[in-house]
């Protein structure tokens, strides 16, 4: 497995601190390798084609075409290491994520709601309960719209960053505000477009904690480059106190941020 990861090493992969993310990267290192294989094996098929049937060699052109059947066996590998790859690796992934999804008063919920170009997260408070939403209450105060008269509401709170704990199953729903937009969380090795009037699921389980950053995966405007945001993942003692203390907040009807100090900015990926 360490001599297939290198060239997930070379391409800058950041490390993985989902539980499913190791999933991902072997199936990435296989196909990488296959692609590495076949770059090399068609690129010196083409120098040999150019050096064996140049024009001084071959005056006089043939159609005849291929006679021997050496192309179909290689194209007839190449489909069966794609089909080895599908059925091995990407359907099995993809069945997991599908049959295993995460249920129950355990499961940590956050909703990312992207705007241009910024992300807010909605946190259902103490009670996993998320409060009612309607457009028309949107402001800078409540980007989300939070309805703080529903009584789900009462202890919801915003923040800019993705803050969860670890070794938690964790459900992040996103959505959009304005364009289409994708909340792309390398470290967990999972992304998710944010779709206006939609709303889609992912999940994961962090394994690590640290600090990185988030990018948005779609082209969503003019300033798309600048929106990148932060995901920290804390022990569950510092993520409860966290959440205790954020909680409080919401009634106040502000949205709290929280900067980035120079210290945990160097190890954001």
Same mark, same amino acid.
């Given at each position: 497995m360490q001599t297939l990861g290198i060239i997930n090493e070379m391409i800058g992969l950041p490390e993985v601190a989902s539980e499913h993310g190791s999933m991902v990267d072997h199936m990435l290192e296989m196909v990488h390798w296959?692609?590495?294989? $076949?770059? !090399? +094996?068609? /690129?010196? *098929? *083409?120098?040999?084609? $150019?050096?064996?049937?140049?024009t001084k060699r071959n005056p006089k052109a043939s159609y005849k075409g291929v006679e021997g059947h050496a192309s179909h066996h290689v194209e007839i590998a190449v489909v069966v290491v794609e089909a080895i790859l599908l059925l091995g690796f990407a359907f099995p992934l993809w069945a997991q994520r599908i049959t295993d999804y995460p249920s129950g008063p355990d499961v940590v919920r956050v909703r990312a709601v992207g705007e241009q170009f910024k992300w807010n997260?909605?946190?259902?408070?103490?009670?996993?309960? *998320? +409060? $009612?939403?309607? /457009? @028309? $209450? &949107? %402001?800078g105060a409540n980007p989300v719209g939070i309805d703080w008269e529903d009584l789900n509401a009462k202890d919801d709170f915003i923040f800019r960053e993705l803050v969860l704990p670890v070794d938690r199953e964790c459900i992040v729903s996103v959505t959009s505000k304005d364009v289409i937009h994708n909340l792309s969380l390398h470290p967990m090795r999972i992304q998710?477009?944010? !779709?206006?009037?939609?709303? %889609?699921? &992912?999940? *994961?389980?962090? !394994?690590?904690?640290?600090?990185? @950053?988030? !990018?948005?995966?779609?082209?969503? +405007?003019?300033?798309?480059?600048? &929106?990148?945001?932060? &995901? @920290?993942v804390m022990a569950q003692e510092e993520f409860d106190s966290w959440y205790k203390n954020m909680t409080p907040k919401a009634k106040e009807g502000k949205v709290p941020e929280k900067e980035p100090d120079a210290e945990k900015s160097d190890k954001a990926s």
């Open positions: 296959v692609v590495a294989v $076949l770059l !090399i +094996g068609w /690129s010196a *098929f *083409f120098v040999y084609c $150019l050096v064996r049937f140049r997260m909605h946190y259902p408070g103490p009670d996993n309960k *998320f +409060g $009612l939403t309607k /457009s @028309e $209450l &949107m %402001s998710q477009d944010a !779709i206006p009037g939609s709303i %889609s699921d &992912m999940w *994961f389980r962090p !394994i690590s904690t640290g600090r990185w @950053e988030t !990018i948005c995966g779609q082209l969503c +405007g003019a300033n798309h480059a600048n &929106m990148i945001g932060y &995901m @920290e």
